[in-house]
């Protein structure tokens, strides 16, 4: 939500050590219909939510956030938590240029295998880690792999996060090839698509070089690109 209590502007000098804020208190409680991932935007406009998967990775997230500047792009970045603690550098430096920074877990579990209470830690350690270095609680959330359970659902929600899943996933993650990510995207979107990329958890060169086919060819083709607020 964008409604919750003022936190502090992120400073580059912050150091990553300050003391922890209070535990992320939402504003609003999600309603239970929140509580259902969200597979895809409105169709009735012609919007792409671009998702970035995994990181931050310091071989492949610069150059990401240099593409996104270049063609006026804001996306939705799924963190990491053990990821976002090496590098929060990164972390501040996504936030800065406008993205969404999201809660993609501490450690990228299969969160159906999970106590509740190995729930909660795994997304308020990350939450509380993102809060921390961005200034900002994260509003969206998303399970690894897409694979929600019940109890993730409602952990999410008491920590004021909404679950997003996707619409358009061209397995970059795999790394058939950059012309086939390229294809399987530019032949899956459709308004309102959520696009799943991934600039972490491995090479993701082939991903990085699609970026730079796809982006362009629906710009040209009237698509804007939003990231959904929470
Ligand atoms: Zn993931």
Redesign the pocket.
Known sequence: PTAVAPAPSPSPSAAPSAPAPAAPSPARAPTGGESRPVYELDAGQRVVALTI??GPDPRHTPTVLALLEQYGIRATF?L?GENATEHTGLVREIAARGHHIAN??WT?PDLRSLSEGKVRDELERTSDLLHRTTGKVPSWF?A??GDWSSTALRVSAELGMRPMAWSVDPRD?ARPGTGVITDRILRDVRPGAIVLN?D??GDRSQTVAALKTYLPVLIDSGYHFTAPPG
Do not use: M, Q, S, V
């Open positions: 998967d995994d799924f990491i993609h877990t990228h998303r690894p792999g993650w991934h972490g958890g």
